[in-house]
């Protein structure tokens, strides 16, 4: 598994690179290299949801489970419409908490997990946004209105994080330095690209991946025999969902407003989604807790 997922950070590493001395619309190939990633991992990765929810629970996911899902992803629809900046903000900060607990896949639990998963997830959301700030300015234009010059370097945001991630390190019993050091070099590698690659990049192989090849190893424990095809159900719904939603809008809607719809209509399932993962990596932990203990 580990092989697979450095593999593919390494070819995720050259295909972007390669986009910018591609000949032709540098755009066009930016969303297809989005909707290639999204289409494979990105989605794919939340889509057996009801499977990890069997597993921390003990119990087969009935009516009720479906139910709550949903009604989260329209209690924050409505959020969207009615608070659209409220809603905004909670989508970055559980984005950061989501993103940060990714990094922390097979290590073992520490008082400070939290407050590392937000600065790390922080780190890499502020690299996001704000390595191609005029991109980033246009895609949140309909919900926020941002300064075309910003009073202060936006380099300074990761920085004070990572500084703050290395002083957070000082205190734990076991090192972090690979990850501070990834930090470094892979932030600055994703400051250099345009926001949609730059996102894709990340998002695909250092989040979704590694969470999809993590949940594909646990249910493979007790299914042998399961493979890629358990992904495949939801993630066509999702995807058809999706694509039926931007297709229809996109009469009415610029590429950065698309943009900015996708990531909201994303944001609906992403919801309920940390919520699974969150009671999943906590019984990970334990397992390892007690498998350690035994030892």
Known sequence: MK???NSSKILALILATSMSFIPGDFEFYHYLW???????VGIPHGAVDHILFQKTSGTKPQLSFFLK????????????????????????????YHFGQGHWIGKPKNNLATPFYLIVGGFYLSIILS???????VILAPILTLNEIPDFPLWLIPVLL?????????????????LLFEMIWL???????PLIVSFTTYFGFWHSLPNLLNIYKDIRKEN??????????FSFLSLFGIGIILLVSHTWFTTAQLTLLFFVLVSLISAPHIWIMEKFFQRQKMQR????QEV
């Not at 329209?74 to 984005?95: A, E, H, R, V």
């Not at 390595?131 to 300015?137: L, V």
């Not at 042998?224 to 159900?233: E, G, L, N």
């Open 3 to 5: 092989s697979i997922e």
């Open 69 to 96: 899902y949903l009604t989260i992803g329209l209690i924050y629809l409505l959020t969207w419409i009615f608070l659209p900046q409220f809603s905004l903000f909670i989508f970055l900060l559980i984005s950061m």
């Open 224 to 233: 042998p025999k399961a493979d890629y095809s358990v992904f495949i159900p």
């Open 131 to 137: 390595g191609d700030f005029a991109a980033t300015k």
């Open 289 to 292: 807790t007690i498998k350690s």
């Open 187 to 193: 932030g600055i590698f994703l400051y250099q690209l």
């Open 34 to 40: 989005f909707a290639i990633v999204m289409g494979l």
């Open 162 to 178: 990572w500084v703050t991630a290395w002083i957070l390190d000082q205190t734990c019993n076991k090192s972090n330095g690979p």
